[in-house]
């Protein structure tokens, strides 16, 4: 594309298939069933999830989106990066928006994009460096969780970006696993900038995982389609119907396809069949919700000090500056 550009491919389609595999191999022989919510995003989920993103109850990326531009000059001001590292980066639309609030001035020479899908990093970087000729780009293709030791030594001070509070995905200890290894990425001067869904009121919760048209019940069923696909899998998509519900205890959206009548499921790319019983569970993700104390918690852990907390007018979301401790 430009000798501005280099991919660092940690996760090709051979390696993703054997992850693949193994996750669903061992999510659908567990007690509760489960399917890992990464797996929500082919074409077809990104396409649903982009939809959902626009359904009235579904606040957090506008929000988010709405906070960011508001803060973002002066967070570019404040932390002066040289590089920014985004994590989960898509369409790289947020760091465009930080960019663009400093019209690429100040001191930025490298993105480091980390997302598993080449082709979309590729055609996000191939706009990016269009509009910035002095911008470098370094792409990580692998997931976050487990190649984060890819990403190359820091050209100066850095900003980790970790954005659409996709932290909530994650359950305690991998959490706890992801911040530190975000803090490995970080040294003194840099900073890490998270966003995350804080807790509210449960009917706003749950009303932005069930919304009206259905958008993301159809988008928890294209879980098994991708299932059925990469596995040879048979799964009668059908008969589940969408659950999702906040569960108070443990401050989590969880989201569930729950069996009509009772199927057996052929997985013939891994020689299992699954009995699904009548009415029987698949738990397809956690989105955890959070306060400020139990984030600067968090933080802490990993030896992340909280710098800076801001949130919109009605505290739906925040945005959390942290520092190495």
């Not at 692998?142 to 970790?162: A, M, Q, T, Y």
């Amino acid at each position: 594309m430009t000798d501005r550009f280099h991919v660092d491919v940690q996760l090709d389609e051979e390696t993703r298939f054997r992850e693949l595999a193994e996750d669903v191999r061992r999510g659908l022989t567990s007690c509760p069933k489960f399917l890992l919510p990464k797996y929500f995003y082919d074409l077809a989920g990104s396409i649903l999830f982009d939809r959902i993103t626009d359904q009235p109850e579904y606040y957090v990326t506008r929000v988010e989106s709405t906070l960011l531009d508001d803060l973002a000059a002066d967070l570019m001001r404040v932390v002066a990066p040289t590089e920014i590292v985004e994590l989960g980066s898509g369409s790289s639309a947020k760091t465009r928006r930080l960019l663009e609030a400093v019209n690429g001035s100040l001191t930025v020479r490298r993105y480091v994009p980390v997302d598993v899908d080449l082709d979309t990093v590729a055609g996000a970087s191939e706009r990016l460096l269009k509009d910035y000729p002095s911008l470098h780009v370094h792409a990580v293709i692998g997931d976050f969780e487990r190649h984060l030791g890819s990403v190359p030594p820091s050209i100066g001070r850095r900003l980790v970006l970790f954005l659409g509070s996709t932290i909530g995905n994650l359950d305690p200890p991998e959490r706890g696993a992801l911040l530190a290894e975000v803090r490995r990425l970080l040294a003194p001067g840099d900073r890490f900038l998270l966003g995350v869904d804080l807790v509210k009121d449960v009917r706003a919760l749950e009303a932005a995982y069930n919304d009206a048209a259905g958008v993301t019940a159809a988008f928890n069923r294209n879980i098994l389609r991708v299932v059925n696909r990469a596995v040879g899998g048979d799964f009668r998509i059908e008969a589940f119907r969408h659950l999702a519900f906040y569960n108070t205890a443990a401050s989590r959206i969880e989201m569930h396809l729950v069996a009509g009548p009772r199927q057996t499921v052929r997985l013939r790319r891994l020689g299992l069949a699954i009995e699904v019983a009548p009415e029987e569970g698949i738990f397809t993700e956690s989105s955890y919700k959070f306060t400020r104390s139990s984030t600067e918690a968090d933080l802490a852990r990993a030896d992340l000090r909280l710098e800076r907390w801001d949130t919109d007018p009605e505290h739906r979301i925040a945005l959390a500056l942290a520092a190495p401790a």
